[in-house]
C-alpha cells in the first residue's frame, strides 16, 4: 500500500443507540445469524441508515441477497417512514422476482413493522424475520455494507444537498459495489459474479 500511494480509508465512532422494543409485534427471528444461502432470492437482510447534508438527513434503505451480498433494492428519501422501506422492498421484488418462501429479514423498527411492508410479505408469499430487541447484531450483514458505505464513501464528503448524495450513493451502489468491489464471502469476486459460484456453508 505504501508503495503504490494508497491510504486505508477510517472509520468514525459510532455509539450504538438502539432499544429494545419488545412491546411490538414482530416476526420471531427466523434468520438466526447464519448470513449464507445456497442461492440467490433465498435470503434477504433490509434496512436502514441515515445520512447528513446540507439540506437535512437523507435516509438510505436497502434490501442485500445473502447469496452474493448484492444489493438487490435501494430507495432515499428525506423521510424515515414505511413508504421508503416498501420502496426499497418493491425494487427489489420486482427486479428479483423471487419464488414463494423467500425470507426477508430486518430489524425491528417501524416502517419494517408497518401495515404496508408486511403486506408485501403476504403479497409475495415471503417469510419475515426480525432481530431480537437490542441485538444489532442479528441484522450485522446490513450494518456492515453501511459501515463500508460510510468508510468508503459518506465520511470521505461533505454534500450540500440531498440530490448530490443521493446521486453519488446510487452511483457507488449501482456501478461500484455490486459491479466492481471484491468481496471476500464471495471469493473476493464481485456480487456481480453471483452467477459463477456456489456458496457453502462452513
Not at 89 to 111: K, N, Y
Request: proline share 4%; glycine share 4%; aromatic share 10%.
Amino acid at each position: 500500500m505504501r508503495r503504490e500511494g494508497i491510504v486505508a480509508c477510517t472509520e468514525r465512532r459510532f455509539r450504538w443507540t438502539a432499544t429494545a422494543r419488545a412491546e411490538l409485534p414482530a416476526a420471531p427471528d427466523r434468520l438466526r445469524r447464519d448470513f449464507t444461502a445456497a442461492a440467490p432470492n433465498q435470503r434477504w437482510v433490509a434496512d436502514i441508515t441515515s445520512v447528513r447534508t446540507g439540506q437535512g438527513w437523507l435516509h438510505l434503505a436497502l434490501v442485500l441477497d445473502l447469496y452474493a451480498r448484492r444489493i438487490v433494492g435501494w430507495a432515499m428519501a428525506p423521510t424515515l417512514d414505511q413508504a421508503l422501506a416498501s420502496e426499497a422492498l418493491a425494487m427489489a421484488l420486482a427486479d428479483r422476482r423471487p419464488a414463494p418462501g423467500l425470507l426477508v429479514h430486518s430489524d425491528r423498527g417501524g416502517p419494517y413493522l408497518a401495515t404496508r411492508v408486511q403486506q408485501q410479505f403476504v403479497a409475495h408469499r415471503a417469510i419475515a424475520s426480525t432481530s431480537r430487541p437490542g441485538r444489532c447484531l442479528d441484522n450485522a450483514v446490513a450494518e456492515s455494507f453501511f459501515h463500508t458505505l460510510k468508510t468508503e464513501l459518506v465520511y470521505q464528503h461533505r454534500y450540500r444537498t440531498r440530490e448530490e448524495a443521493r446521486l453519488a450513493i446510487f452511483e457507488y451502489i449501482a456501478a461500484f459495489y455490486n459491479r466492481t468491489r471484491r468481496h471476500s464471502s464471495n471469493g473476493y469476486r464481485s456480487p456481480e459474479h453471483e452467477a459463477h459460484y456456489v456458496v457453502t456453508r462452513t
